[in-house]
Every structure is written in structure tokens, then in C-alpha cells.
């Protein structure tokens, strides 16, 4: 099946430091990625559409400034948490669709990010 | 307002006995269902997905159920195994509006399966 990878999977920073998750699709092309983050016991909240080659949509209440979202190319998007700070700490996802996977399920997700500000 | 409930938040069994996790959802125009298994600190992995025309659908000792009607679904895990110990994620595609990637989830059942 697809797979999507998300880079790192666990990451411990400082406040005020700015934080990089990737997520990769690796056997598939993927135009649109999607971010979410995920608080313990909740359920997951899109954040924001990454759309290759155009600007990240971003769900209501998001900040763009803070949650910088780069899809440069058709298998990787990047989510940057800019001068992070502790209210940040989430649990962060990706996914990502192919729309030729031959299962009926076309929606991979990536495997998650821990991110801890200190 | 489209919404996923899940029930119950967190269930305890032993080792080898089944489960039924319950999902009831208020979405509409619905496209279809889907049941997710998320390891603690890991991303979600589809278990089923069914349509509206669909009443059943298994995958293994995971067998879904969806009652377009009532707008319910549940998911039951036969002989359950250590590795069963999970949250399980109830996921509702819209047919329009909703989230750009068109979900809405539950907040997930947290199972944990005791020898």
C-alpha cells in the first residue's frame, strides 16, 4: 500500500525556536497533503490543505505566520512551527492522498510527529 | 454541525475476549465511514471503509457495521490480541463541506486488552 513518511517522529525544543516536520509520500505523487495536530485523548483537527506549487489553505482559527507550510515538489510538504512555545506541544500529523492506490481506502497517514517545547 | 461520537471513551478487556466499539455521527450529505487504529504515538491505519450501501465489511478479527438509518456504525474485535491495545478512530467522510480533506473524526475509543 502507499506510505507516507513524516520526519521527525520526536522533537524536544526550546521556546522561541522554530521546528521542521517533513512528510514525504514515497511510492505515490501526492498534490495535496494535509496537516493536523492531535492533543492526548482528542481527535485529530486539520490544520491546514498543502497544496503543491500554491500557497497552503488553512483551516479557521490557524495562524499561517506560525504554522509555515512549504510543498515544493509533488511527494514532500513541510510544516515549520515558528518561535514555538510550549502551547505548542501537540502530537502532528500528515497525510496524504492517491487517488490510483488500488485500495478503496485512497487517504495514508504519516506516522506522526511529538513535538515537546520546553 | 457535523459531528463523530464515539462510545465508550475507554475500554478494558482481557486477552482473547471480543469488543464492540460504538460510533454514532451527525454528518450529511454522507459519503462514507471509515474505522482507523492508531497506536500511542503513531499515525492512523485504516481497518474499513463502507459506503452507504454497505451494512458489513471485515478485515481479518475486525468486523464493521454501518446503519445508514440510524446513523450508526460499529466495529467488533473477535479474540482480541495484546497488540489490539489501541485508540480506534471513527471517521466520517462528508459529501460537501466539512474539512478541506472532507473528515470528521471522533475523538477514538482507547482500548486496552490485558492478559
Known amino acids: 500500500g502507499a506510505v507516507v513518511s513524516q520526519h521527525p517522529s520526536r522533537v524536544i525544543c526550546k521556546s522561541g525556536t522554530s521546528v521542521k516536520i517533513e512528510c514525504r509520500s514515497l511510492d505515490f505523487q501526492a498534490t495535496t497533503m494535509f496537516w493536523y495536530r492531535q492533543f492526548p485523548k482528542q481527535s485529530l483537527m486539520l490544520m491546514a490543505t498543502?497544496?503543491?506549487?500554491?500557497?497552503?489553505?488553512?483551516e479557521q482559527g490557524v495562524e499561517k505566520d506560525k504554522f509555515l507550510i512549504n510543498h515544493a515538489s509533488l511527494t514532500l510538504s513541510t510544516l515549520t512551527v515558528t518561535s514555538a512555545h510550549p502551547e505548542d506541544s501537540s502530537f502532528y500529523i500528515c497525510?496524504?492522498?492517491?487517488?490510483?492506490?488500488?485500495?478503496?481506502?485512497?487517504?495514508?497517514f504519516g506516522s506522526g510527529t511529538q513535538l515537546s517545547v520546553l | 454541525k457535523n459531528q463523530v461520537e464515539q462510545s465508550p471513551q475507554s475500554l478494558i478487556i482481557l486477552e482473547g475476549k471480543n469488543c464492540t466499539l460504538q460510533?454514532?455521527?451527525?454528518?450529511?450529505?454522507?459519503?462514507?465511514l471509515r474505522w482507523y487504529k492508531q497506536d500511542t504515538g503513531r499515525g492512523p491505519v485504516s481497518l474499513t471503509i463502507m459506503t452507504f450501501s454497505e451494512n458489513t465489511k471485515s478485515n481479518g478479527r475486525y468486523t464493521a457495521t454501518l446503519d445508514a438509518d440510524t446513523k450508526q456504525s460499529s466495529l467488533h474485535i473477535t479474540a482480541s490480541q495484546l497488540s489490539d491495545s489501541a485508540s480506534y478512530i471513527c471517521v466520517v467522510k462528508v459529501g460537501s463541506g466539512g474539512g478541506a480533506d472532507g473528515l470528521t473524526f471522533g475523538k477514538g475509543t482507547h482500548l486496552i486488552i490485558q492478559p
Open positions: 497525510s496524504a492522498r492517491d487517488f490510483l492506490a488500488s485500495t478503496n481506502e485512497k487517504l495514508f
Open positions: 460510533c454514532n455521527y451527525t454528518v450529511s450529505p454522507f459519503s462514507n
Open positions: 498543502s497544496n503543491e506549487g500554491s500557497k497552503a489553505t488553512y
